[in-house]
């Protein structure tokens, strides 16, 4: 699990910094914390199904969801630094005239580090989203609205993700890059809506 100061505190300090006129943590970084708080939320969930006699004969895929929330939560803590470290890179190039930018190396490289932190959490959001849609029908009872919060964060994730991704894109030269990255997101979030309509409404069948 990473480690970091923004990390290490308490919970009230943590909002207070986002709450607070600094930069970060911002959109992205919370953005991310929904996702590791997705991820937290399934493995829990799984915790309470592991194990069950009734979930013996799914055992390996529950195990395997388990450990893979627990993975995605720390992918998303790291993703939560990758976020302030690419906005603190890029905040004082943006300072500069187009002009400047255009001028310098570090801008696009460090551009794009900007817009892949966010694509990234997108990609692991969906992915929670999708496993955790799968694991309805064999999660313990008693946790499907934990498994169904824990997808509403996971589709959350998604389109916060795809705010942070499309506020950089107008700051890309090359406008084919530019519009491959607005399609892929969209159809991201295409089909994240898609699974997560479909999972919402068995669950309130279920309930």
Do not use: C, W
């Not at 993975?71 to 890029?90: G, H």
């Not at 990234?120 to 496993?131: C, E, F, G, S």
């Amino acid at each position: 699990m990473p480690t970091s100061p923004i990390l290490s505190l308490p919970l009230s300090d943590f909002l207070a910094a986002t709450a607070a006129k600094t930069p970060t943590p911002g959109g992205g970084s919370i953005a991310a914390l929904t996702g590791a708080l997705a991820a937290s939320l399934a493995a829990m969930a799984l915790e309470y199904t592991v194990g069950k006699k009734s979930a013996l004969p799914h055992d390996a895929l529950l195990r395997a969801s388990l450990a893979y929330f627990q993975t995605a939560s720390n992918l998303f803590q790291e993703l939560i630094l990758e976020d302030i470290a690419a906005y603190a890179a890029l905040s004082p190039l943006l300072q500069l005239t187009p002009e400047e930018r255009l001028q310098n190396p570090a801008f696009l490289p460090t551009l794009l580090a900007a817009i892949r932190a966010p694509q990234a959490v997108a990609a692991l959001a969906a992915n929670i989203l999708t496993r955790a849609a799968s694991l309805l029908d064999i999660t313990n009872k008693h946790l499907i609205t934990d498994l169904g919060i824990a997808a509403t964060y996971a589709h959350a994730t998604v389109y916060a993700s795809q705010l942070n991704v499309l506020i950089n894109l107008p700051l890309l030269q090359d406008p084919l890059e530019s519009a491959a990255i607005k399609s892929a997101t969209s159809a991201l979030t295409a089909s994240a809506d898609a699974t997560y309509d479909t999972f919402h409404q068995s669950l309130l069948a279920r309930l």
